[in-house]
């Protein structure tokens, strides 16, 4: 195998970190092994929110999806990505390693994906009230199959549900002084966004919601924001559940593989895209969110598809800061 060099290894782990995490908080680094060839993802656990995301799980998913844009970056630098999820049970931190092989023997439509990579964003401005076509929805939930996961479509009643679930998700965590403190050191509002390389940035708020409720976390809480303005969301936005049989550190690997697959498929599809956690923090409130016509065992993740402005990239960490060549 042709050895990787330090250029080639950077690019890799550039696309891998514009993936999404919870809060833009990027907890993850990579370690490169020169006589191997194998890169390591490790927990970043300094970035932790354990108030938040108390088990680790939103963490998982956030690093599986680095994961997957990994694999992605791989097939298309033409190497063949081979990864084995948790690899020594005496370091917990240790979440994967992949191993790249040359040349590459299938791609399994990775390579396809990857413009997608960097034009991915989560967009918390309301989207136009147009259906999402059902072979556009049939490919996505092909895609989160494809990665050991299941997505599920669920109806306008279960929709409206998970939105009064958001709701309650605000209302418990505008009493949890631990949150509200978590929500304080990753948002960025006004000076606080310059220089900023992680965190929500001011401008990626999206507006607050002028009539009704918002399919999206408000991130200023109840702090004041300066000219910020209002718009109206959609009525019945389209919510797709993302799941797992199993609820541990593996399964959310997986999850997060999947959700990255799904958010860039739909991004190669038009769409726009965001995520909406907010209910599964609370264990009362992630229970319901489970849709009971389906076979889904535990809800990872709430995606909202639909058809959007461009927004803007949120800040990425340095590669410099997340990767180590030994």
Known sequence: MEHLETEAVTALVKD?????????AQPWTFRFLRDSGALQLYADVGRAMPRSDPDNRALCLGCGAALFNLRVAAVHAGREPTVELLPDPG?????????????MRTAGGLAELYPAIHRRHTSREPFRETEVPPEVLAALRHGAELEGAQLAVPGLWHVQMLLDLVHDAEGHDSVDAGRIEELARWTRIGAEEAGADDGIPEYAFGPRTRDGRAPVRDFAGRRPMAGRRAAVFERAPHLALLGTAGDGPEDWLRAGQAMERVLLLATVHGLSTSLTSHALEWNDLRWLARDPATAMGYVQMVLRLGYGPEVRATPRRPVDDVLAIV
Do not use: F, K
């Open 91 to 103: 370091d917990p931190h240790l979440l994967a390693t992949v191993r790249l092989t040359d040349p």
């Open 16 to 24: 891998a970190t514009a993936a999404p995490s919870m809060y833009n």
